[in-house]
């Protein structure tokens, strides 16, 4: 079944956003949303400052953040919207966005909300006869309406205002007979606490006049059974296979789980808590009253004098999982506390809810969404498996582990099995005390249990490899490592420092492009059915150009080979690392596999069999590698220079012939150490590229700086279109470099500086 798509000609389908930097996703959320750079900046600080803080509560200190962030792939009915959500807790925005795009593939979700009345109460006492008063609110209903609206012109011009009075006697209470006066108020789009308290004190002279009664309490009800919302959605079985349960038995599975929450309140309150992660997040991006919402969704689940879950889930006829859920929600779009925070203003117009009947059932959606998210994890794999890495990454961060080393002290965590905060303090320091490269040492203690991979670096003759040319590629000193160890069921893929969690489906047919490339592997070597646990701890950079699916199907790979004992050569590696970047990729030269499995300074042109000589650089060259803000996509400039080879065949022929004299004379070049003459071989090179039109702005701007600081030459490095770009220093003392390399930082760009061959 294909994923249905909104009809407001936006998609909140936004695939690898997790993967990106956060400039680049404010960049794609702002133009996705048309907010201005102030809204930009507003969104990245939080928008309230203090002075703002100190004018809306009493005796202010400051102010107290929380992370924001979207949850994507949400379509409610038939429209796209990105959800803003304000939350702590990890795992919630990944959840949740993955909720929905399973729910996508169903139609999306439905959601419905009744008119925003809220209800108002006026507690009466003292009455002489509660039958006589009930039947005097009866007769005198509609003056007492006229009275309600006289206290909102505003609300009422706005087709709000007051609908009803019920009268609710209790012969029977600990201070005797009491009245309770019922007010329902529609608020339209404000949340509308002011409006009725304000309505219900209007009120109350006249209601103690009629019932000869003492009023007491006027105040608005939080449980607002009147202003109802409700989302539901269908997946399809096929979208729910996880850990090798077929997705009709994963329907089931969350079918009995619901039932426990529907008959024993104590499993119903965390079940509900599940379903209020999502709403209240979105709660409170939006600047709505959650305290209010968590008491009205609560005593909503009491209703009937036994508490319960609020959500009910049940397997069709088809084997496919429907959900829904209906709750009230006292929300708003418009009022003095959502307009005072300047952020909540940019949330609300991310969102897009044009209504406050359109927020609640955008809530709606997100609180089914968690809620299935936590069924299933609980069903599934159990919920402690699920949230191990994320919940990892908050133990690091609480350890104050800084940027430079977060990622090896969760590595290291990871492989220690005790995710706890002092544990992660005790590796920090250990790494912080080591000797100079004592830290690289210590990570690599069970390096006997890791399958590793390398990451590269094309010198000369990208894109033209593709095309039967030589290239010449060097590894990186960066690898990525892989650990397998067996699990009771289904294949499970982490990336930690990606916060990456997969479940690879079994059958090839059902996985995503991700996934495919690595559950191929499995394919290949009949360990699809196994129960395993892949943890991959990178170092090579994500869609940089740098080798980086190559160096980490490599990893898997070997991984694979030492846990289950293979006997796998080098060429059987980089055999079966072809199969996935292939799939990764489309139509590889198969270069980045080989560097990746061999990890030496080699030759390549791709031919059956490639042809793959071991270079010689007998003295050391000096490299330096700047990264982009932009992710290089190899598989889409691959394909776009091929449709453009296709169109003009003896054109790029021409290029290819050209880049492939280059990097021949760029062997000999290495090989006598004509370093100046190098570098020019890799500028002329960087022109042809440019000529394929796979270079960017950005990466022009890199390669200037390069230049500019000393680089002998400078070009771009892999597949282009961003990524990254390599440039050659002239000395072996490593001034260039440094300097090339501090350029490159002070523009605000990742660097890496290096020697590869000689005596390096």
Known sequence: MSEAEGSSGRSSRLPGFYKLSLPERLDIIAEWAGLSETEKEELATGGLDSRQADLMIENTLGTFGLPLGIAVNFLVNGKDYLVPMAVEEPSVLAAVSHAAKLFRAGGGFEARATDPIMIGQIQVLDVPDLGTAVA??????????????????????????????????????????????????????AMGANSVNTAVEALAPMVAELTGGRTSLRILSNLADQRLA???????????????????????????????????????????????????????????????IEAGAHAWAARSGRYTA?????????????????????????????????????????LGAESSTELAGIMAAAGLAQNFSA??????EG????????????????????????DKVLERLLRSGEIKVWRAREILQELRESAPGAASRLLKKSDAELGIGYGKVILLGEHAVVYGRHAIACPLPLTTRAHVEDVAKGVQLLIPSWGVEYEL??????????????????????LASRGIRIEVFPDVPRAMGLGGSAALAVAIIRALDKHFKLGLDNNEVNRLAYVSERIAHGQPSGIDNTLATFGQPLVYRMGNPPLVELLNIPQPL?????????????????????????????????????????????????????????????????????????????????????????????????????GAVVALCGDADKHCSAAVKAAFEQNGYEALAFMIGGAA
């Open 383 to 406: 919920i402690q498996t699920g949230h191990m890495t994320l919940h990892a990454r908050t133990v690091v961060k609480a350890a104050g582990a800084p940027a430079e080393l977060f």
């Open 505 to 526: 489906a079994k059958p090839p047919e059902q996985r995503r492009s991700f996934e495919r490339a690595a559950g191929a592997i499995l394919d290949e070597l009949g």
């Open 375 to 380: 069924l299933r994890a609980l069903a599934t």
């Open 622 to 722: 000096a490299l330096v590698v700047g990264m982009t803000r932009t992710q290089g996509l190899t598989a889409k400039t691959v394909g776009d220079v091929r449709e453009a080879h296709d169109r003009l065949p003896r054109v790029y022929e021409k290029i290819f012939d050209d880049i492939d004299g280059l990097a021949l004379q760029a062997v000999s070049a290495i090989q006598e150490n004509r370093l100046d003459d190098l570098g020019e071989l890799m500028n002329i090179n960087q022109g042809l590229l440019n000529a394929l039109q796979v270079s960017t702005p950005e990466l022009e701007t890199l390669i200037g700086i390069a230049r500019k600081a000393g680089a002998l030459g400078a070009k771009l490095t892999g597949g282009g279109g961003g």
């Open 310 to 350: 609020m959500s009910r889930w049940w397997k069709d006829e088809d084997g496919d999982l429907c959900g829904e859920l209906e709750m009230p929600l006292k929300v708003g779009i418009v009022g003095g506390p959502l307009e005072s925070n300047p952020s909540v203003a940019v949330n609300l117009r991310l």
């Open 230 to 292: 409700t989302a539901s959605g269908v997946i399809p079985a096929e979208m729910l296979d996880s850990h090798g349960i077929p997705g009709a038995q994963v329907a089931r599975l969350i079918e009995e789980a619901n039932a426990f929450a529907i008959v024993d309140p104590y499993r119903a309150a965390t079940h509900n808590k599940g379903i209020m992660n999502g709403i209240d997040a979105v709660v409170i991006a939006t600047g709505n009253d959650w305290r209010a």
């Open 136 to 189: 005097a609110i009866e007769k005198n209903k509609a003056a007492l309406l006229e009275q309600a609206n006289c206290c909102d012109k505003i609300i009422v011009d706005l087709g709000g205002g007051a609908r009803d009075i019920v009268a609710r006697p209790f012969p029977d209470t600990p201070v005797g007979p009491m009245l309770v006066v019922h007010l329902h108020f529609d608020t339209r789009d």
